[in-house]
C-alpha cells in the first residue's frame, strides 16, 4: 500500500491544496492532542491521589468499640466496653480469611505541652502502641534502625520508633538517633529506629511522622490499662469478602462480651475498602469520560477529514475518471483514497501525539513527579499503552474517514469524466 | 480486429434517446478509420463503446476476437489498460503531473516498476519532440504539445488499438495538420485506429470514412489519404 509510488501519488494529491490539507488534517491533531492531554491530566490526579494513600493497605476496616445501645442478657444499654489482646488472638484463630489484626492503643498529644524530650530539647507528639502487625496495615519507610519486633511485644521492652518528625525537633537530623534515650510523657525509651510515612493524608489516629511508635505491651503496662487497647485494624485475606468478615468479626465480639447479636451501635466500624473502592469507580469513571469525550473530539476530526476528502473527490472527477480510462482498476482507486486518508490522519495524529506528549512532559517536569503534602496533581503523562492506543485509534480513524470518499470514488465511472461538456 | 452486430444504445434521461439503431461495422487490424457526421449523430457514443467506456443495450462487440458484453469493472479496465490507447479532444492530462508523469501513468496501471516506466515514456516523449518538455506541466504547454503528450499516453503501452475523438478539435489547422500526420504516421506501423470528426478535411486523411446519420451508417466511402496535398489547409 505504501510504496514509494503510491507515496508519490498520494503525497501529489495532498500536497496539491496545501492549505485544505492543513485543515483536513488539524481536526485529527486536535482530537488526539485534546485526548493526549486529558488522559494526561486524569493520570495526573489518579497519580496524586494515589500517592496521598500510598503504602496504606486498601484492603482493611478499622473497628473501634462504643458503648452498647441494647440491652441484654440483664446488662443495661450504654455499657461501656472493650477490645482486649485474646479477642485478637480468637479473630485470628477462629475467622478465616482475616488477614492481618493490629490492635492499637493511641496516648493523644496534651493540650499544646511539650512532652518527648531529649535532652533539653522537647516537641508536642503523640504516642501509639501497635504491635509488628501495624506496619502491615499502615507501611512505613524504616529510615534508621527497625520497627518494632515480636521481642519488644514479648518482654516489653522499653524501646521507642520515632516519626520523622519527632526525630528532626528533638534530635536533630545530624545525629545518629539509634541508641539514644527520650523521654516520653515521663518515661525513657531506647530509640531502635525512626521512620516515615509514604503519605501524609491516610494515617490511623494522626500523622505517624508526628508519632513516637511503642511496643504495644510497653504501653499497656506503662499506663497500666491491662491487655486492653483503643481499637484495632485487620486486613482481608486474598479471595474473601470485607464485608462478610466484619460481620463475621462483629459477631464473634458479641458473643464474647454480651452484646446483643441485634446491636450495631456498639461498634464503629470504617471499611477503607469501600471507600477506595469509591475512589477506584471514580477514577474509572473520569477515564471512561475523558475516553468518550477525546473520542468526540477526534470523531469530529474524523468527519471533518471524511467531509473534505469528499468533496476534494467530487473536484477530482475528471481526473479519476481519466484514470480509470487508461486502466486504473476499482480497488486501485479505493487504495489511493483510502491510503490519502489514512496518511493525512497519520500525520496529523502523530503531529498532535508529540505535541501533546510533548507539552505534558513539560507541565510534568513543573509539577514533579515526587509526592508532597499537598499536591494533587502528580507526574501527568500518558503511559506507553495509552500512547499505543491513541495511535490504533489514529490509524482506525484514518481508514473510517476514507471509506465514504472511498466509495464515492469508485462510483465515478471513465465515462463521467471523459464526456465533452 | 472490431466486430460490431446491430449495435444498439438508448439514453435514458428525460426521455429515452436512442441514440444508435443498429450500428454493423468491421475494423480491420492495422486500419485507419474516421467516423463523421454531424454534431450529436451519436459519434462519441460509438467511440465510447468502442472503448469500453460505456456499455450497449443491444448487439455484440468483439475486439480483438472476445466478445465485449457485460465485463466487470476489473475487466474492463485490463482491456482498456492493455487494448486500447484513448487520444481526447481536451486532452484530459492530469494538471498537476509532469508531461512524463501523464505518459508514464498507464504503465503504473500495469505494474511497470517506475526506472522502467519513466524510461519508457521519456522514449515516447523523444519520438514527438518533447524530450525538452518532460518536466513541464500541461498548463505550460501549448495545445499541439500536449496533444503530442496524449499520444505518447495512448502508445505508451503498445496497444492494439487507438481511439480518437475529435482529436484536432481544439487545435488550430496547422497544428491539426502535425497531429493528424503523428496519427497517420503511428497508423503507419500497425496500429488499428478510429477518429471520431466531423470535420471533412480529417476524415480525407483516413482509408475509411464512416458516415454517421441519426444512428444507423449511412455510408462507408474508401479514400485515399495519399492523393491529399498536407501542405494545404486541412480545415
Ligand atoms: N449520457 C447521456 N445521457 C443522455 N443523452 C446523451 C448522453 N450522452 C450523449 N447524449 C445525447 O446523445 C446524442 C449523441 O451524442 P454524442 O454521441 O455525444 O454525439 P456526437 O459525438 O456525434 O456529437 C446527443 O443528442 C446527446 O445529447
Ligand atoms: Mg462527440
Given at each position: 500500500?505504501?510504496?514509494?509510488?503510491?507515496?508519490?501519488?498520494?503525497?501529489?494529491?495532498?500536497?496539491?491544496?496545501?492549505?485544505?490539507?492543513?485543515?483536513?488534517?488539524?481536526?485529527?491533531?486536535?482530537?488526539?492532542?485534546?485526548?493526549?492531554?486529558?488522559?494526561?491530566?486524569?493520570?495526573?490526579?489518579?497519580?496524586?491521589?494515589?500517592?496521598?494513600?500510598?503504602?496504606?493497605?486498601?484492603?482493611?476496616?478499622?473497628?473501634?468499640?462504643?458503648?452498647?445501645?441494647?440491652?441484654?442478657?440483664?446488662?443495661?444499654?450504654?455499657?461501656?466496653?472493650?477490645?482486649?489482646?485474646?479477642?485478637?488472638?480468637?479473630?485470628?484463630?477462629?475467622?478465616?480469611?482475616?488477614?492481618?489484626?493490629?490492635?492499637?492503643?493511641?496516648?493523644?498529644?496534651?493540650?499544646?505541652?511539650?512532652?518527648?524530650?531529649?535532652?533539653?530539647?522537647?516537641?508536642?507528639?503523640?504516642?501509639?502502641?501497635?504491635?509488628?502487625?501495624?506496619?502491615?496495615?499502615?507501611?512505613?519507610?524504616?529510615?534508621?534502625?527497625?520497627?518494632?519486633?515480636?521481642?519488644?511485644?514479648?518482654?516489653?521492652?522499653?524501646?521507642?520508633?520515632?516519626?520523622?518528625?519527632?526525630?528532626?525537633?528533638?534530635?536533630?537530623?545530624?545525629?545518629?538517633?539509634?541508641?539514644?534515650?527520650?523521654?516520653?510523657?515521663?518515661?525513657?525509651?531506647?530509640?531502635?529506629?525512626?521512620?516515615?510515612?509514604?503519605?501524609?493524608?491516610?494515617?490511623?489516629?494522626?500523622?505517624?511522622?508526628?508519632?513516637?511508635?511503642?511496643?504495644?505491651?510497653?504501653?499497656?503496662?506503662?499506663?497500666?490499662?491491662?491487655?486492653?487497647?483503643?481499637?484495632?485494624?485487620?486486613?482481608?485475606?486474598?479471595?474473601?469478602?470485607?464485608?462478610?468478615?466484619?460481620?463475621?468479626?462483629?459477631?464473634?465480639?458479641?458473643?464474647?462480651?454480651?452484646?446483643?447479636?441485634?446491636?450495631?451501635?456498639?461498634?464503629?466500624?470504617?471499611?477503607?475498602?469501600?471507600?477506595?473502592?469509591?475512589?477506584?469507580?471514580?477514577?474509572?469513571?473520569?477515564?471512561?469520560?475523558?475516553?468518550?469525550?477525546?473520542?468526540?473530539?477526534?470523531?469530529?476530526?474524523?468527519?471533518?477529514?471524511?467531509?473534505?476528502?469528499?468533496?476534494?473527490?467530487?473536484?477530482?472527477?475528471?481526473?479519476?475518471?481519466?484514470?480509470?480510462a487508461l486502466g486504473?482498476?476499482?480497488?486501485?482507486?479505493?487504495?489511493?483514497?483510502?491510503?490519502?486518508?489514512?496518511?493525512?490522519?497519520?500525520?496529523?495524529?502523530?503531529?498532535?501525539?508529540?505535541?501533546?506528549?510533548?507539552?505534558?512532559?513539560?507541565?510534568?517536569?513543573?509539577?514533579?513527579?515526587?509526592?508532597?503534602?499537598?499536591?494533587?496533581?502528580?507526574?501527568?503523562?500518558?503511559?506507553?499503552?495509552?500512547?499505543?492506543?491513541?495511535?490504533?485509534?489514529?490509524?482506525?480513524?484514518?481508514?473510517?474517514?476514507?471509506?465514504?470518499?472511498?466509495?464515492?470514488?469508485?462510483?465515478?465511472?471513465?465515462?463521467?469524466?471523459?464526456?465533452?461538456? | 480486429?472490431?466486430?460490431?452486430?446491430?449495435?444498439?444504445?438508448?439514453?435514458?434521461?428525460?426521455?429515452?434517446?436512442?441514440?444508435?439503431?443498429?450500428?454493423?461495422?468491421?475494423?480491420?487490424?492495422?486500419?485507419?478509420?474516421?467516423?463523421?457526421?454531424?454534431?450529436?449523430?451519436?459519434?462519441?457514443?460509438?467511440l465510447?463503446?468502442l472503448g469500453?467506456?460505456?456499455?450497449?443495450?443491444?448487439?455484440?462487440?468483439?475486439?480483438?476476437?472476445?466478445?465485449?458484453?457485460?465485463?466487470?469493472?476489473?475487466?474492463?479496465?485490463?482491456f482498456r489498460n492493455k487494448l486500447i490507447g484513448f487520444i481526447f479532444?481536451?486532452?484530459n492530462?492530469?494538471?498537476?503531473?509532469?508531461?512524463?508523469?501523464?505518459v508514464?501513468l498507464p504503465l503504473?496501471?500495469?505494474?511497470?516498476?517506475?526506472?522502467?516506466?519513466?524510461?519508457?515514456?521519456?522514449?515516447y516523449?523523444?519520438?514527438?519532440?518533447?524530450?525538452?518538455?518532460?518536466?513541464?506541466?500541461?498548463?505550460?504547454?501549448?495545445?499541439?504539445?500536449?496533444?503530442?503528450?496524449s499520444i505518447a499516453r495512448a502508445l505508451v503501452t503498445s496497444p492494439k488499438i487507438i481511439l480518437a475523438d475529435?482529436p484536432?478539435?481544439?487545435?488550430?489547422?496547422?497544428?491539426?495538420?502535425?497531429?493528424?500526420?503523428?496519427l497517420?504516421?503511428v497508423n503507419?506501423t500497425?496500429i488499428t485506429m478510429v477518429i471520431?470528426?466531423?470535420?471533412?478535411?480529417?476524415?480525407?486523411?483516413?482509408?475509411?470514412?464512416?458516415?454517421?446519420?441519426?444512428?444507423?451508417?449511412?455510408?462507408?466511402?474508401?479514400?485515399?489519404?495519399?492523393?491529399?496535398?498536407?501542405?494545404?489547409?486541412?480545415?
Amino acid at each position: 500500500m505504501f510504496d514509494i509510488d503510491n507515496i508519490n501519488e498520494i503525497w501529489q494529491t495532498i500536497a496539491r491544496n496545501k492549505t485544505r490539507s492543513l485543515l483536513t488534517a488539524f481536526g485529527v491533531f486536535w482530537g488526539i492532542f485534546i485526548l493526549v492531554i486529558l488522559l494526561a491530566c486524569g493520570n495526573g490526579f489518579d497519580n496524586g491521589l494515589r500517592s496521598q494513600i500510598e503504602g496504606f493497605a486498601t484492603n482493611s476496616t478499622f473497628l473501634i468499640t462504643t458503648p452498647t445501645t441494647e440491652a441484654y442478657k440483664g446488662y443495661q444499654k450504654g455499657r461501656n466496653w472493650d477490645v482486649n489482646m485474646s479477642d485478637i488472638e480468637a479473630i485470628e484463630k477462629k475467622i478465616k480469611g482475616v488477614d492481618k489484626v493490629s490492635p492499637i492503643f493511641s496516648q493523644w498529644t496534651y493540650n499544646g505541652e511539650n512532652n518527648v524530650f531529649y535532652g533539653t530539647k522537647g516537641g508536642n507528639f503523640s504516642l501509639k502502641g501497635v504491635i509488628p502487625n501495624y506496619n502491615e496495615i499502615d507501611r512505613c519507610k524504616v529510615l534508621y534502625g527497625r520497627f518494632i519486633n515480636e521481642t519488644d511485644i514479648v518482654e516489653a521492652r522499653k524501646v521507642c520508633v520515632l516519626g520523622k518528625k519527632a526525630y528532626e525537633d528533638i534530635i536533630g537530623t545530624d545525629k545518629n538517633p539509634l541508641g539514644l534515650m527520650i523521654k516520653a510523657n515521663g518515661i525513657y525509651y531506647h530509640v531502635v529506629g525512626v521512620i516515615e510515612a509514604y503519605n501524609n493524608k491516610v494515617s490511623i489516629s494522626g500523622s505517624i511522622n508526628e508519632t513516637i511508635i511503642l511496643p504495644l505491651t510497653t504501653m499497656q503496662i506503662a499506663y497500666n490499662t491491662g491487655d486492653k487497647f483503643d481499637f484495632f485494624m485487620f486486613t482481608t485475606a486474598r479471595g474473601y469478602n470485607t464485608k462478610d468478615l466484619q460481620t463475621e468479626v462483629k459477631n464473634l465480639l458479641r458473643e464474647r462480651h454480651d452484646i446483643s447479636p441485634t446491636d450495631e451501635g456498639a461498634f464503629v466500624c470504617f471499611d477503607f475498602e469501600e471507600m477506595f473502592t469509591m475512589f477506584e469507580y471514580l477514577f474509572l469513571g473520569i477515564k471512561i469520560l475523558i475516553w468518550i469525550v477525546g473520542i468526540g473530539t477526534l470523531l469530529s476530526g474524523v468527519v471533518g477529514v471524511s467531509n473534505i476528502m469528499l468533496v476534494t473527490i467530487k473536484e477530482r472527477t475528471r481526473e479519476i475518471g481519466v484514470r480509470r480510462a487508461l486502466g486504473a482498476k476499482p480497488s486501485i482507486i479505493i487504495r489511493q483514497v483510502m491510503a490519502e486518508s489514512l496518511l493525512l490522519t497519520i500525520l496529523a495524529g502523530i503531529v498532535g501525539l508529540v505535541l501533546g506528549v510533548a507539552i505534558m512532559a513539560v507541565v510534568s517536569g513543573f509539577v514533579g513527579n515526587t509526592p508532597s503534602d499537598d499536591v494533587m496533581f502528580l507526574d501527568p503523562q500518558i503511559g506507553f499503552g495509552a500512547a499505543i492506543a491513541a495511535s490504533i485509534i489514529v490509524m482506525l480513524s484514518g481508514l473510517l474517514a476514507g471509506v465514504l470518499p472511498a466509495i464515492r470514488a469508485i462510483q465515478i465511472k471513465a465515462i463521467d469524466a471523459i464526456r465533452e461538456e | 480486429m472490431i466486430k460490431l452486430e446491430n449495435i444498439n444504445k438508448t439514453y435514458f434521461g428525460a426521455q429515452p434517446l436512442h441514440v444508435l439503431k443498429g450500428i454493423n461495422l468491421d475494423v480491420t487490424e492495422g486500419e485507419l478509420v474516421s467516423i463523421m457526421g454531424a454534431s450529436g449523430s451519436g459519434k462519441s457514443t460509438l467511440l465510447n463503446i468502442l472503448g469500453i467506456l460505456d456499455n450497449y443495450d443491444e448487439g455484440d462487440y468483439y475486439l480483438a476476437g472476445k466478445l465485449v458484453k457485460n465485463l466487470s469493472e476489473n475487466q474492463a479496465a485490463e482491456f482498456r489498460n492493455k487494448l486500447i490507447g484513448f487520444i481526447f479532444q481536451s486532452f484530459n492530462l492530469i494538471p498537476f503531473k509532469t508531461a512524463l508523469e501523464n505518459v508514464a501513468l498507464p504503465l503504473f496501471y500495469q505494474g511497470v516498476n517506475r526506472k522502467k516506466r519513466n524510461t519508457m515514456a521519456m522514449e515516447y516523449l523523444e519520438r514527438f519532440g518533447l524530450k525538452d518538455w518532460a518536466e513541464h506541466y500541461p498548463n505550460e504547454l501549448s495545445g499541439g504539445q500536449k496533444q503530442r503528450v496524449s499520444i505518447a499516453r495512448a502508445l505508451v503501452t503498445s496497444p492494439k488499438i487507438i481511439l480518437a475523438d475529435e482529436p484536432t478539435g481544439a487545435l488550430d489547422s496547422k497544428t491539426s495538420a502535425e497531429v493528424m500526420q503523428i496519427l497517420r504516421e503511428v497508423n503507419a506501423t500497425g496500429i488499428t485506429m478510429v477518429i471520431v470528426t466531423h470535420e471533412r478535411g480529417i476524415a480525407n486523411l483516413t482509408r475509411k470514412i464512416v458516415h454517421l446519420k441519426d444512428g444507423i451508417i449511412e455510408s462507408i466511402e474508401e479514400n485515399d489519404p495519399d492523393k491529399m496535398d498536407f501542405t494545404k489547409e486541412i480545415k
